[in-house]
């Protein structure tokens, strides 16, 4: 069954203090690993989308990477305006058991909070 | 570009009415288009896939009859809740994939409320 598991549940930084958000994933065949950004009442922000491992992409202060197993979202020096709920979700390229190509999974999102 | 707009974006109704939410892509055409759910706290719930032209597909335990889908242009969807009860109170999103290279950009949510 595909899974995503995402870690910490939620993570407290002061202002500046770098770290990283953690994704595994188990998926039949992995189409692609998206990272968003949900603000409170608002729909998921896309930022990045890796497809294979070893691929990186970067954005401001934020860089996704890619292993087989697991995309870290590590963010440099944050600002309180970083703060959000991160989420992960993996595309399969083969359609499991009961359900829909193309679809994607979810983890349950890291909730970071940056204080000044 | 690929922007995805949600009206409206809250609702208060009734129970036992129904209430249409509409998803549009407003920059890029979308041949299918996706419907979540979420509640407080808690990670998005996909209830089904909506392919323009055709019926949607929805998740295991999502009521077909309930949650009416429609995708009728490769710009726009609807999802109707129908007879609404307070248990369907939640924060309903929709999300469009692109055709160009499958990614899946989301709109900003439409908060219903059953009274």
């Known amino acids: 069954e595909d899974q995503v598991t995402q870690s910490p549940e939620a993570l407290r930084l002061q202002e500046g203090e770098s770290s990283s958000l953690n994704c595994s994933y188990t998926?039949?065949?992995?189409?692609?690993l998206f990272w968003y950004r949900q603000d409170p009442g608002k729909g998921p922000e896309f930022l990045f989308t890796?497809?294979?491992a070893g691929e990186e992409k970067e954005k401001e202060r934020l860089k996704a990477t890619l292993t087989k197993k697991e995309s870290f979202l590590h963010i440099t020096a944050p600002k309180p305006e970083d703060s959000a709920t991160y989420l992960c979700?993996?595309?399969?390229?083969?359609?499991?058991?009961?359900?829909?190509?193309?679809?994607?999974?979810f983890g349950r999102g890291t909730q970071l909070t940056v204080w000044p | 570009g690929a922007v995805v707009s949600q009206h409206p974006s809250w609702v208060i109704c009734k129970s036992g009415t129904s209430v249409k939410i509409e998803c549009r892509s407003l920059?890029?055409?979308?041949?299918?288009m996706f419907w979540y759910r979420q509640f407080p706290k808690q990670s998005l719930m996909l209830m089904a896939t909506?392919?323009?032209?055709?019926?949607?597909?929805?998740e295991q335990g999502v009521e077909k009859d309930k949650f009416l889908i429609n995708h009728a242009s490769l710009t726009l969807s609807t999802l109707t809740v129908t007879s609404a009860h307070p248990e369907d109170s939640s924060f309903y999103i929709c999300?469009?994939?692109?055709?160009?290279?499958?990614?899946?950009?989301f709109g900003p949510g439409t908060r219903l409320t059953v009274l």
């Open positions: 999300s469009a994939r692109t055709m160009s290279n499958n990614e899946q950009f």
């Open positions: 998926v039949s065949g992995l189409r692609g």
């Open positions: 890796l497809y294979s």
């Open positions: 979700a993996v595309q399969a390229s083969v359609r499991g058991r009961g359900s829909t190509l193309g679809r994607l999974y």
């Open positions: 920059d890029f055409q979308a041949t299918t």
């Open positions: 909506s392919n323009e032209g055709s019926k949607a597909t929805y």
